[in-house]
């Protein structure tokens, strides 16, 4: 057995006239500790007042310290008082006069909420009775307690705070943005200055190679109309030498290529990766979340590329 | 009214980089943006650490009293602030105890005062009389 000393709770209730009237005294005072906005004289003249009949014949300033210090221990005690000695009337009674300390002026604070509750629940009240009994002493029905845990209690609570993080946010975006708008410009004049630098250089080149050009033109015509020639005669014997070999256009070539992106020479293996580039680019599956006519013209597209690629394959 | 700091996984008096570094870990975003309105802002966090306490105070003491499952204990509250019952002996019944423990010592001395009294009155006499006895016979030896 622990021969600690007496606490001063347990003093107190050892002294008294009438423990559970000493109990239900510790237990007033901590809902009143809990009230906000009272001064520290109003809340012993409010427990003087409402426990006036009270039998326990000690002064009521040790009781306020021990609430003042949130003795778990002592609060524990004289719940436990409570709960044994209290009839069915006592407890209703108590539980009025705890309602009446809590709200004076009709807010309850939200610890007081839970106070409130934990009492109901220590005297054995159900919720219907205390609502009942809440709304005849405060004429305003019981309400349940805010959550202060969650973010809309602070957009009712403390407006200002919120305004000031969206004002925050929007001046964060809007720098973002000037930083932006000033970069592109930046890059605008470069590419402008280098445009005019070009743009004069190339004039002057264009004068020089058109004075070149107007004394090429005339010697080149003569010499072209040679070679057309020389080609066409060339082009007839090869037609004799070669006709049973399937006929196909270099230019069909080209341009199934050029459906590809590739200059005319690309190897085979090329060709396969632009191929499958291509495909995965336009394959109409990419578009089925997309309208009809999208996926049918990206069907299109695929089938050209499905199709010159075949055609590279077979003649390459 | 939820226990932010056990969803977190922080003591409750964590320092503000600690709640910052556990907000920014925080993958449940309605829980990240509901801890940054309430811890990150040092006024929101006083009010929410004081009603924390008294929540907190009240789910200890509703364990010790049995009362974990009442009417007036339920949805988020219940859910982060009950404990698991306390095997603590009721104070009650320790008042009790000691109350009675001090009545029989009390009880015990009274009942054996009178013999004790004669001992302790006998020890003293003859106590008294050695030293007056050994002080005369130095005091001649020394003549």
């Known amino acids: ?316 | 009214m939820r226990d932010l700091y056990q969803r977190l996984s922080l003591a409750p008096g964590a320092s503000d980089q600690a709640i910052k570094n556990a907000v920014a870990r925080c993958p449940n975003s309605a829980l990240r943006q509901d801890a940054e309105a309430t811890l990150a802002v040092s006024e929101h966090r006083h009010i929410y650490d004081n009603l924390h306490k008294t929540v907190s105070d009240i789910g200890q003491l509703r364990a010790r009293l049995g009362l974990t499952h009442g009417a007036h204990w339920q949805g988020d509250v219940a859910n982060d602030f009950s404990l698991p019952p306390d095997n603590a002996i009721s104070r009650h019944d320790e008042l009790i105890d000691r109350v009675s423990f001090a009545v029989s010592l009390h009880n015990r001395w009274q009942r054996f005062r009178g013999p004790w009294l004669l001992v302790t009155l006998f020890a003293a006499g003859a106590g008294i009389g050695l030293a007056f006895g050994l002080a005369l016979g130095l005091g001649l030896g020394m003549g």
């Open chain 1, 1 to 316: 057995m622990s021969i600690a000393r007496f606490s001063p709770f347990e003093l107190l209730l050892l002294k008294s006239r009438s423990q559970v009237d000493t109990a239900t005294l510790l237990l007033l005072a901590w809902v009143l500790v809990h009230r906000q906005h009272v001064s520290e004289g109003q809340r012993r003249r409010r427990l003087a007042q409402v426990t006036a009949q009270f039998r326990h014949g000690h002064e009521l300033g040790p009781i306020m310290g021990i609430a003042h210090s949130q003795d778990l221990q002592a609060i524990q005690l004289a719940a436990e008082v409570v709960r044994k000695e209290c009839s069915k009337e006592q407890s209703l009674s108590v539980l009025h006069q705890a309602i009446t300390v809590a709200t004076d002026d009709g807010e309850i604070s939200l610890n007081n909420h839970y106070i409130l509750g934990f009492l109901a629940d220590l005297l054995n009240v159900a919720p219907t009775t205390f609502s009942t009994l809440f709304q005849e002493l405060t004429g305003r029905p019981l309400r349940s307690a805010e959550d202060p845990s969650r973010d809309a209690y602070w957009q009712v609570h403390d407006p200002e705070y919120h305004a000031r993080k969206q004002r925050d946010a929007q001046a964060a975006k809007q720098k973002a943005k000037d930083a932006q708008t000033k970069a592109e410009q930046r890059q605008r004049e470069n590419k402008h200055k280098q445009q005019n630098k070009q743009h004069q250089k190339d004039q002057a080149q264009h004068e020089q190679a058109q004075r070149e050009r107007t004394k090429q033109q005339q010697e080149g015509a003569r010499q072209e109309r040679a070679r057309q020639e020389q080609a066409r005669q060339r082009e007839r014997q090869h037609w004799k030498q070669e006709k049973k070999r399937p006929y196909s256009p270099p230019d069909r070539t080209h341009r199934a290529l050029a459906v590809l992106g590739l200059t005319p020479g690309a190897s085979r293996t090329d060709i396969r990766r632009a191929y499958r580039r291509m495909a995965q680019l336009h394959h109409p599956d990419r578009f089925y979340s997309g309208s009809e006519h999208q996926i049918a013209l990206a069907s299109a597209r695929f089938q050209r590329v499905k199709s010159a690629y075949d055609y590279l394959m077979q003649n390459i």
